[in-house]
């Protein structure tokens, strides 16, 4: 499979999880990959990882913290050093959970910050050079907490970001259509990455979580990486401001 060949895919959160598994994907494609996170020190790691799966790209890493803009701005400026940016997929995000009359201003920031904020920062640098192309292809990473309140937990700041992301998405596909850049958003379930795994070893969350989820499981990173590969490529030349749940059908009681 050579489809995403000479196409260079920029991924945040890239160093597990969801973001881990589409970089590996998107490699086998044959894609050029960077991958983007915070932490240098996994992201060595990841890069070792999707080097292993083969693919005929180019594997890059660069360090930066997406609720920077300023960060932002300087790893699409080093990307772009090195050659245009065919996709973007925003997977970098972080989960808090704190009764709403408890949560500090600081821990609601930093949900704001990482969640939305750092989605737009991405989709506004990268999203330029894609309008000014007339080509390219966003994929944003929402959440099922962006459609329904999830239960016990309470994490009204996440749902909220997320929320957010999805009309971003919404507002953004609509608004570059005619330029030829499409833009989409997948709102995943519960998923088994370092943030689920956290909640999992609650017993009574883990109950309620896949008690209320017709598949009766949680889902698997690649299930969602798999989506995002579909909206990234030319198969979904005309799906453009979408949100598709991976959820399991949590969303369809």
């Given at each position: 499979m050579s489809f995403f060949a000479d196409r260079r895919v920029v991924i945040t959160g890239a160093s597990s999880g969801i973001g881990l598994s589409l970089a590996k994907q998107v490699a086998q494609a044959g894609a050029h990959v960077v991958l983007v996170a915070r932490r240098a020190h996994q992201l060595e790691e990841a890069k070792s990882q999707v080097e292993k799966v083969g693919g005929s790209g180019r594997v890059e890493i660069i360090p930066a913290d997406v609720s920077s803009e300023s960060e932002?701005?300087?790893?699409?400026?080093?990307?772009?050093?090195s050659g245009k940016v065919d996709v973007l997929v925003n997977n970098a995000g972080i989960a808090r959970n704190s009764p709403a009359i408890e949560t500090t201003d600081a821990?609601?920031?930093?949900?704001?910050?990482v969640n939305l904020n750092g989605v737009f920062w991405c989709c506004r640098a990268f999203g330029r050079g894609m309008v000014a192309r007339g080509r390219g292809t966003i994929v944003n990473i929402g959440s099922m907490s962006g459609i329904v309140a999830n239960k016990p937990q309470p994490q009204a700041h996440y749902n909220a970001s997320k929320a957010a992301v999805h009309m971003l998405t919404k507002s953004l596909a609509t608004e570059w259509a005619g330029t030829g850049v499409r833009v989409n958003a997948i709102a995943p379930g519960y998923i088994g990455t370092e943030l689920t795994q956290r909640g999992l070893s609650n017993p009574q969350w883990k109950e309620t979580w896949l008690a209320m989820t017709p598949l009766g499981r949680v889902g698997e990173p690649g299930e969602v990486a798999g989506v995002a590969l579909f909206l990234a490529s030319d198969a979904a030349s005309y799906v453009t401001g979408a949100v598709v749940s991976v959820d399991g059908a949590y969303t369809a009681w």
């Open positions: 932002v701005s300087a790893a699409m400026a080093r990307v772009l050093q821990e609601w920031l930093e949900v704001m910050d």
